[in-house]
């Protein structure tokens, strides 16, 4: 039922990677989209005007769960991995004291008006935040054959960047791989399985549908914005578990972690896996805490990445408002 | 019908304002939230559940109005006005052939893996984005009478920060102005009086309503991103017709400019009187053209800013989806 | 014999301290300056050019010692510290394949000329640098009694800042403390005493001059750039031994740690009375350890920091040569 | 007399320079150093301590020459070029105010210790800088035939930085060409011959030397700093006066510009000539109008770069100070 896309296993001929690996081996490649050579979006193709009616009339108590977490100096991020990334920071350009010292003439206002600015700089991949499709790929190429030697500038890529992702109004459902489990946070590096996902579809009573956007909660943001215990070795799905949710319908994959997949990664990533091979971006660093204690599974998910060009990556505050049961002229729920 | 905040004309007791101004001066001071001492909502405390199901009930199309520009170096920005902010700037963090230069180890996955990260730095009113009520006040205190002194540190404020708005999801209300002028775009330094909103709506048939998020057209945006022609003397509205607009329902002021109001501010600011003595945020470089071709003028509109801790502004990519006419049953409209 | 700023011990008024001390307390002030009410030099005014022309015409082997350490991503520093400093982070702005991707023109040159640029973020006290006499004061002045509410802008003080600190060309003393005490590395929060500096002069064979540069080794760069190992409760020198420094000649206190003085500070912070009741700058993070190896106690000390208009630090790259024996005719040493 | 490197002219096969020019095109080649194919510093290995003794002890006045600008929010800077780099930025991280309010705990002190800390964002060609030998190559390479693809990282190169250039104390030339000419600024795109130069040097009474830093004076630091007047179309020298300049002796070209050759680039391009083909760097935005006021031709110049690892450019605060005429049994000058 999936919308696949055309994914080959190839035998790559860099030299490089005769060096790395046995001659004879045969690695996972970047997928060519079923939406032509110049697609930049991938699965999102897929939504359809009508599924956002449909999900937003199903609206029921106009409650908004805010899936975002704050921004702050010292927040846990990329920062913590030790690679280099800038961390959060955020500074005042302008104060009224600062403004009168430096004779400096905004323009205009009453003489008594006083003026707050301020700037930040942060790695795109900070707080919640989609990962665009042309976060990772394999070797020089990304999604849809995209090759760095031509699309990659020093301000990002100019393919498949945060700016084409479109805006999602779309059919959410909350995991809560815990609950099931039994646990307040699966343990470090907890690979979440095909079976566990199985489970508590079915302990939720929840079956997916195609352009599901599907958030896989382990329990992390308990110990947010803890840095030491959010950050190494996060719990997360696997290349199986992953497969089988975007077979099953899911359009985009998010997690209350900084990576979604299991870390360390395992060789067949995760990431790797959906940008390049499915064309399905990731959501990051997502908060569930508040629909899981309400126990809210099913709900309208709406969300929009900012528009940084060429960004691999851009922060975002999603929405979710629960849903009143589908009626029976709903559609039909993907079979699983 | 509007909420109104307790906001006086006080005599300005400090030596500051005495040498600034003749001693039998006036001034406008900041309102006391009828929320609260402790309230950094403003009007927004005002949005209720109901109104968001019900504006939701009545989306239409399933058409999504992205009202978003894009982040790009080179963009129009405050940078442009010649006060020292900095300008959007990204970067690459990490490129394959930069990480293998430097012999990292991104945590796990195939050799062939290939990681782009990038990083930003903007100030907080780049591109799309809300303005806070702690971006503009009077003298040493913003709304609701917090004070600089007790609230504002070297990384934002403590109080009525971007972290604080929260999501909007409500009717939304397009004042084409320029279409009602017969022209492509408002002159510089055009003042959109309460007689232009007036005759705008109705040549529109719209009536403002409680809960409005009120997104004023100037036509600015069909010179974007030419900073030249963009940055210098806004149009846009006055006090009288922020005040007009608020007074009839508007919980938020949008506009196409960097700052809503005409420029140069006139002596009586609107950001000043919005946010200190009214608790209305701003939206501002609202992305209106696509809206405005089609003649959407009542939409759900649907917006979140990012949740920049302490921040006086922050950016958002807010939604629009085109409305069925209301029912019978629909909330009264305010008496224009 | 030293030159003396006109220091005062006066009664405070602010409410703020009367509450925090007994209302009997008398607290240190920030001084006058001798060099009159706007003197942004302190007692660099005393250098005289004489001095410079001795001290170079004294060098002997044209041997270069460079006293700065390496600016790289990951380096320890103040943000270390946890107070939310932005740790030193480069990137690159321009790379031939990026400037091709972009379609970028630079102005001119061959078809195959490849250009790379760079840009770098950091603290103004990153790496080796010096502090300016606008880093530190009491309540709201810094030295010579400049205001924050008068001088201090939002980017910057436009009162002694880095930019107001001359080039410095004097005589170099190297205080090589843990030779003196038998150990690799002082101990952490260890107090370099009077005692430990006239021991070490002693053991030296030096003796002080007015103009000197003083540079106090610790030993702590054995274990840089170990940040975990680096950072925390530093080994320096007291207000008691900074005194005698300068009362002896020091015009500039140096030492290869992040805070020249012991840390945690005293309550007698040797930052505030350097700068705010001596005008003396400090150099940190200093790289001694050529010196100390080849014993090299006595040289030309040449050092300039950046000039960043109104900063409270600079980076520099000072330079030792070491020195021939004065002749009789040399400045007589000062009385020890 | 020049320490010469080998430097080929090499039939290109890349595929791309066959597309770009006609097939039977020779173009200039990175040169091979003679210092081995290990060396990074180039012709500054050639510079003996024996000259930097010779040249201190000529220093007559002691007067100290500060050759470096100061560095600025609103400095012109590559910034103004339009490629996307970044202005130079300066913010507060710290003020005492803000402190307070963020409950922050800067170790230890006294109650009313005032700390102020700053931070700054700029590209490494901010200000008076060296340009390092990795600035600009040929292709894929750069100076010593080292590769992109083998040592460029997204923090910056592994060969060839800033980090890698010793600290110069030699003699230095300032080349006052406007006053040659009669005028107070070269016009714009004025190309400095070699006829200029040694028109000049002879109306100075100078003549160059192995280990000569020749400085060339513009006129252009007289519009400093409006960036219009400064920045586009800069006089400067050309590759044959580059040439020649290094041919006798030159182990450092400098001007108070910010690219030192003549702009927009000749085909060959200074630049590249300088650091590729002669392992030679340039010193760019130097201050020479105190120098040329008070006609000092001759002088010791004292200049390093901040160790930004890896950077293609760093920020230095140049010295120089007057000398008396040599003796006789100064070095011999360079055959003219």
Redesign the interface.
Known sequence: MSTHYVCTLVF?VSL??CL??PTTAL??DVAKSPHGPDDELGVLNTL???????V??R??????Y?L???????MPG??D???????Y???????????K??K?S????????????????????S?THFDSL?????????FNGFE???????????KAGA?KI??L?TRGILLDVPATKGVTMLPDAYEVTTADIQQTLSKQGVRLQPGDAVLIRTGRMTVWPDAKKFVPNEPGITRDSAAWLIDHGAVLLGADTMGVEK???????V??YAFAERGVCLLELAWLEDLAKDKVYEF?F?A??????????A???P?A?PLRPATPAAPKAADQ
Chains 1, 2, 3, 4 share one sequence.
Do not use: C
């Not at 609206?59 to 908004?64: A, F, H, Q, R």
């Not at 975002?68 to 010292?74: A, N």
């Open positions: 790559r490089l990677s790395l690996r690695a996972a359809t005007t009508a599924q956002s009616v449909a937003l009339q609206v029921s108590s106009g409650k908004v805010d975002s977490v704050e921004y702050f100096v010292g990329l920062a991995l030790g690679m280099g990334d800038p961390p920071h955020i500074w005042m350009t302008h104060t009224p004291s600062g403004i010292v430096e400096l905004p323009a205009g206002g009453p003489p008594d008006l006083a003026l707050y600015d301020d700037a930040v700089t942060m790695s795109t991949h707080g042309n976060h990772i790929g394999y070797g020089d190429r990304i760095a030697t031509r699309y990659l500038g020093n301000k990002g890529w100019t700016d479109p805006p109004i870390f360390p990664m395992a060789k067949e990533s990431h790797a309208a709406i929009a990445p900012l528009k940084l060009r060429g960004a691999t990556g922060p975002t505050r929405l408002l």
